[in-house]
């Protein structure tokens, strides 16, 4: 199981979203129900730029998404799908990582065939260990 | 070795980012030519073979990776783009025998870009998927694979007596 874990910078922007009232409830609303800035905008004593400014910062501490369907721009808590996602995505990371560790060896594997060879060329490769 | 990545989940991106000790015409090769792609593409217990590798814009190409247990997965690029030797792009996905696009599950992209750094090259590799739909279900395929190879290796343990 691979469990995704945030930065500290992640966690201070995600901290300091939540910090605010306003954000609180919209988080609460668009986890249940997606809904457009302009809605959202009506359930506030604020003006629809303010709202789109906290939604804004909701965004980027990744609480929420955003997306344009015709003139509006609707929100969702997509909170658990960015962790599934992340998630997803963290098994192709291993996938390249091991590529690249790949790419070293053939690099290495050519130029200890190259040059003379060194005293312990050991090819080891990143097996699993049994048990 | 130095490996670093960056996942983006909202725009279905992985950054890789490797440092590789080798001139950048040398480290070139390890995407230019088909016999030394093959040692790094498939994981250690599927390795990869290209028969068909056309390296020009607009070539395609088509591989199997063979499994321990002699199965094989076919897939296919469509190489977009190459400005030799800073930068290639590729469409991957997954084929028939005769390197046919199947159709299944939808195109992964990857653009790799390789600079000159003291001592070496800088490798980055951006892959990209379609949709979360698209990710769930190649992954979900890699564990059927790694199931069936776990399965495979209990039923030689168990026919070895």
Known sequence: ?131 | MNVTTHTDPEALTLTTTTELAASLERAWQLVSDPRQLERWWGPPEWPATFVRYEFVPGGRAHYFMQGPDGERMHGMWRILSITEPREVSIEDEFADDQGEPSGDIGVTTALLTFEPIDGGTRLTILSGFASAEQLEEMVKMGMEEGMREAIGQIDALLSED
């Open chain 1, 1 to 131: 199981m691979v469990v995704y874990e945030l930065t500290d910078s992640e966690v201070d922007a995600m901290f300091g979203a939540l910090a605010d009232a306003t954000r609180r409830d919209i988080v609460d609303r668009v986890l249940h129900e997606n809904a457009s800035v302009s809605r959202l905008a009506e359930r506030y004593d604020m003006s629809f730029a303010a709202v789109q400014k906290h939604v804004a910062v909701l965004q980027a501490a990744g609480l929420v998404t955003k997306s344009r369907q015709g003139r509006e721009q609707i929100v969702s808590g997509n909170l658990v799908s960015i962790h599934h996602i992340q998630k997803l995505l963290s098994h192709f990371e291993a996938v390249w990582k091991q590529r690249a560790l790949q790419m070293a060896d053939v690099l290495r594997d050519d130029a200890t065939t190259e040059a003379p060879p060194s005293p312990t060329s050991s090819g080891t490769r990143a097996d699993i260990p049994h048990d």
